[in-house]
């Protein structure tokens, strides 16, 4: 027994000075690999827990291996041989999760939003942020599976499982039918480029960004900070806006209801220097004053401004709406909407006229 137990401490010490061995080959490695790659640091920083719980797991398993007694099935020798191969398991998954989630964020590196031409990083953003909750679900159910499987009695379970799968995945799907959808429908707004994330939006007649695209849900960001939340089916069974899919450039209207006798010349006019005041909010492509209409005793006048993207255009069209209002009271109060209404001396006979001019104010 004694010899038993010396060959079990040497066994131990040979397994982590391996283990010390390859952590320490393994850091090398990193250091060597980060010289020529700049992302190697972050690398060795995200994998290095996971990988050397990795490594003593594989030495323990292989300790308990080697000094186990053949013909030896004491109960707790099963159970640490048992523990060791699902510790394996859940350090391989771990590392393989940090690897993934690692390699994703890389490319979230690169999918910059703080610029003005971001459709690109936008559209990567959100498959990549899909493509990080699929990895994670797909690790943990492989770990899962295998750590089930790790148990005899789960195997035989497994088999008669699989004799009767076809029954049983038709009442899968159909007891799991909605959230499937959901699911899928997260995937294929993934990929079909149908919305992004901070794509400009407008769902059950609110105005918002799109703030979060999961397997299941999107939320939207309200423009007064509300969220509202919508199942993932919403966005491939529902018609909506999305005014950002392709840019963010959008034309918007300001209309004004003025009087007939307005000089839409001057009013003209005035709209340039109206737009050289609004600074950075125009992006000078497109800034026209028409008259649209001229009914009901009113002369509706439109303007029509452009803008680096909606919350701009907002603001914009507020601006030029507040400084025609500021010009027509200050330079053409004859153009300020009025009533008119015509009086007649009693007894008198009404007459009819059709000439605004002619009626009094």
């Known amino acids: 027994m004694a010899v038993s137990w010396m060959n079990a401490l ?33 690398l060795a920083a995200t994998a290095r827990t996971p990988f050397r719980a990795l490594v003593l797991t594989l030495v323990l398993t292989g300790w308990v291996s080697g000094v186990r007694l053949r013909g030896d099935d004491e109960l707790w020798w099963n159970a640490a041989a048992l523990g060791c191969r699902i510790l394996a398991i859940v350090a391989g998954a771990w590392l393989l999760a940090a690897v993934l989630l690692f390699l994703e964020d890389l490319g979230l590196g690169r999918a910059r939003l ?11 953003r959100t498959q990549v942020l899909i493509i990080r909750r699929l990895t994670v679900a797909a690790v943990v159910v492989v770990a899962v599976g295998a750590i089930l499987f790790s148990f005899p009695g789960v195997r035989a379970i497994g088999a008669s499982v699989l004799a009767s799968a076809g029954l049983i995945s038709v009442v899968a799907a159909l007891a799991a039918q909605s959230t499937l959808a959901n699911v899928f429908a997260g995937i294929q707004i993934a990929f079909s480029d149908a919305i992004r994330i901070d794509d400009v939006v407008i769902v059950e007649e609110e105005w918002g960004w799109i703030e979060e695209i999961t397997l299941s849900y999107v939320v939207v960001r309200l423009w007064d900070d509300r969220r509202m939340v919508l199942p993932s089916t919403y966005f491939t069974t529902t018609p909506f806006q999305n005014w950002t899919r392709k840019n963010s450039e959008l034309l918007g209207a300001v209309e004004l209801d003025v009087d007939w006798r307005v000089d839409t010349v001057r009013l003209r006019e005035e709209l340039p220097r109206i737009m050289v005041d609004a600074g950075e909010m125009w992006d000078q492509r497109v800034a026209h004053l028409q008259v649209t209409d001229a009914v009901g005793g009113f002369v509706r006048i439109r303007v029509l401004v452009t803008s680096l993207d909606a919350p701009t255009l907002f603001d ?17 109060t004859d153009a300020l909407p009025r009533w008119r209404v015509e009086t007649q001396p009693p007894g008198s006979t009404t007459t009819s006229t059709s000439n ?5 104010r």
Do not use: F
């Not at 507020?318 to 053409?332: A, G, I, P, S, T």
């Not at 605004?356 to 009094?360: V, Y």
């Open 10 to 42: 040497v066994a131990a010490a040979s397994a982590l000075g391996a283990a010390l061995l390859v952590i320490v080959l393994a850091y090398v490695a990193l250091q060597v690999i980060s010289r020529r790659w700049p992302h190697g640091q972050r």
């Open 114 to 124: 703080d610029v003005r031409d971001n459709l690109h990083a936008r559209r990567m």
């Open 316 to 332: 914009l069209r507020c601006h030029v709406r507040e400084r025609l209002v500021q010009w027509l009271r200050e330079h053409d």
């Open 356 to 360: 605004p001019s002619e009626l009094s």
